[in-house]
């Protein structure tokens, strides 16, 4: 048994290093690219997520901004659904690589727990799950390790904690 839990350690922290391994490598990319990844982002949202999925009916077809925590994602092709997590709640994003270009491309390489906000039209998809149709998404970069020494840090942590205690998928 003990010889069980050591293995289980072991694979979790190479799973970790990992992770950090391609944090890094955004980092350099973005530094490199001369953007500032520890530029604080500011997003203007107009409404939270359970708001939109409360009053579906009143904003249906409105322009919403919002912003969370990206924790899950769907790519297929072109086209791309994923949810965030607000303070109030998730919802589900719709995305289209001929509306929203360079942005969609950007949003291929976001991990999940960035932060982001987004703008969009309110829908229901063909399953009947309330949506917003986007039209603009920006990411606020976050969760890079200052240095290579200092391992994931308490905020990353938390964000593996959040994606287990909320049970959502890993992405595809």
């Keep these: ?3 069980e839990t050591k293995v289980l350690a072991q694979e979790e922290e190479q799973d970790l290093n990992e992770i950090l391994r391609v944090r890094r490598e955004k980092l350099a990319a ?10 604080k ?16 009916e009143a904003l249906e077809g409105s322009e919403v901004t919002l912003a969370g925590r ?9 086209a791309a659904f994923a949810h965030v997590l607000d ?6 994003m719709y995305l289209r690589i ?10 291929k390489e976001f991990d999940i727990g960035d932060i982001v906000g987004f703008t969009g039209k309110v829908f229901k998809t063909r399953t ?24 994931l840090t308490e905020r990353g942590l938390k964000v593996l904690e959040l994606l287990e205690y909320q049970g959502i998928p890993e992405e595809n």
């Design 98 to 107: 001929d509306e929203l270009g360079e942005s969609f491309q950007k949003f």
């Design 128 to 151: 009947g799950e309330t949506s917003v149709h986007l039209s603009a998404i920006r990411e606020a970069y976050g969760g890079y390790p200052i240095c290579g020494s200092m391992g």
């Design 30 to 39: 973005l530094c490199e690219a001369g953007e500032n990844p520890y530029e």
């Design 87 to 92: 303070g109030s709640g998730l919802i589900q």
């Design 70 to 78: 990206l924790m899950s994602r769907r790519i297929m092709g072109k």
């Design 41 to 56: 982002a500011r997003f203007d949202r107009t409404h939270l997520a359970t708001e939109v999925l409360e009053n579906y």
């Design 1 to 3: 048994m003990a010889e």
